[in-house]
């Protein structure tokens, strides 16, 4: 239960099969990676239903009881061409009501789908309203820079649909600012009805996601948004935003040069994180935005001269 003789098993396996029957397959090289993708929520959202509706088949078991499905079931899968490696995970619930030894592991194993997740679908029922628990579901996502479709299921089940739609989007983007303009998909995993627009939804987050954003039209953002807006002058000194970079994907990570950069306040942070939202269309997917004391780090550098080919 502890681990233990856990190595002296595998030392004895190691000799007996030989260090190659450990080793993963490579994957080729013209293989497409498969998308990872963990369905989470409460329990009793209807996830292991959703899942069997987008397999086509009576994959998990599912039932009316809360937390049946206790296990992450991976699930090795191709939507329109495109492998997918789907995950169904237990449901998270609160704290105080997960009792149970087996129903802690349960979700902790949740979360591990989560942290192994590239997008992540927060499913909500739509029969009870907007819960503590579903915005902190959404938050571990988006806390670990995964990309976040909000699917609403037993949405057969809503009489006004409209006004439930567009409160519901108004809740999620002021609950939740780390993934505004989340994609918001209303299906009935029992019916089927919406269920064919959950993974248009997720390919198109998947892409925000990953994109990268050329540092010429980073720089000529920033200057617009510093003219538009100027950071605070602490002491009377402006403080002065010299240069960006995107620095990673997935999430998008950036990072501003600035001489004073421990002085920019977190308000002003928002703010150029909002606008980078804005200008380029990372509806979604968390933003991470770094500062760097310094100015432009890569002025001054000389490229070096092109080869000559005449000279040998």
């Keep these: 239960a502890h681990g233990a003789g856990l190595d002296e098993?595998?030392?004895?396996?190691?000799?007996?099969?030989?260090?190659?029957?450990?080793?993963?397959?490579?994957?080729?090289?013209?293989?497409?990676?498969?998308?990872?993708?963990?369905?989470?929520?409460?329990?009793?959202?209807?996830?292991?239903?959703?899942?069997?509706?987008?397999?086509?088949?009576?994959?998990?078991?599912?039932?009316?009881?809360?937390?049946?499905?206790?296990?992450?079931?991976?699930?090795?899968?191709?939507?329109?061409?495109?492998?997918?490696?789907?995950?169904?995970?237990?449901?998270?619930?609160?704290?105080?009501?997960?009792?149970?030894?087996?129903?802690?592991?349960?979700?902790?194993?949740?979360?591990?789908?989560?942290?192994?997740?590239?997008?992540?679908?927060?499913?909500?029922?739509?029969?009870?309203?907007?819960?503590?628990?579903?915005?902190?579901?959404?938050?571990?996502?988006?806390?670990?820079?995964?990309?976040?479709?909000?699917?609403?299921?037993?949405?057969?089940?809503?009489k006004d649909k409209g006004a439930y739609a567009k409160e519901l989007e108004r809740a999620v983007d002021r609950l939740l600012p780390q993934i505004v303009g989340a994609p918001l998909v209303t299906l009935s995993a029992k019916t089927g009805d919406g269920v064919e627009e959950l993974m248009p939804a997720v390919i198109g987050v998947y892409e925000v996601w990953n994109r990268r954003i050329p540092t010429a039209r980073l720089n000529t953002w920033l200057a617009d948004s510093v003219a538009r807006h100027p950071p605070p002058a602490p002491g009377g000194r402006r403080i002065k935003l010299r240069y960006i970079t995107q620095s990673n994907a997935r999430p998008p990570t950036f990072v501003v040069f600035s001489p004073r950069a421990a002085e920019l306040p977190d308000d002003y942070r928002r703010y150029l994180v909002k606008s980078l939202r804005e200008a380029f269309d990372l509806w979604g997917t968390p933003i991470r935005l770094k500062t760097k004391a310094g100015d432009n780090p890569y002025a001054g550098r000389k490229k070096k001269p092109a080869a000559n080919p005449r000279r040998k």
């Design 9 to 158: 098993l595998h030392q004895r396996l190691l000799a007996i099969a030989g260090r190659d029957a450990f080793r993963r397959p490579k994957r080729p090289a013209n293989e497409t990676p498969p998308l990872k993708l963990a369905i989470v929520g409460r329990p009793n959202a209807g996830k292991s239903t959703l899942v069997n509706r987008l397999l086509g088949r009576e994959r998990l078991l599912t039932g009316p009881e809360a937390g049946i499905t206790r296990d992450a079931i991976a699930v090795d899968w191709e939507w329109d061409g495109r492998p997918v490696k789907l995950w169904d995970t237990a449901g998270m619930r609160r704290k105080a009501k997960v009792k149970e030894k087996l129903e802690k592991l349960a979700v902790a194993d949740g979360l591990r789908a989560v942290r192994f997740a590239e997008v992540v679908v927060v499913l909500l029922d739509a029969t009870e309203p907007l819960k503590k628990q579903d915005l902190i579901i959404a938050s571990r996502a988006a806390a670990e820079g995964r990309a976040v479709v909000i699917a609403v299921n037993k949405w057969d089940l809503v």
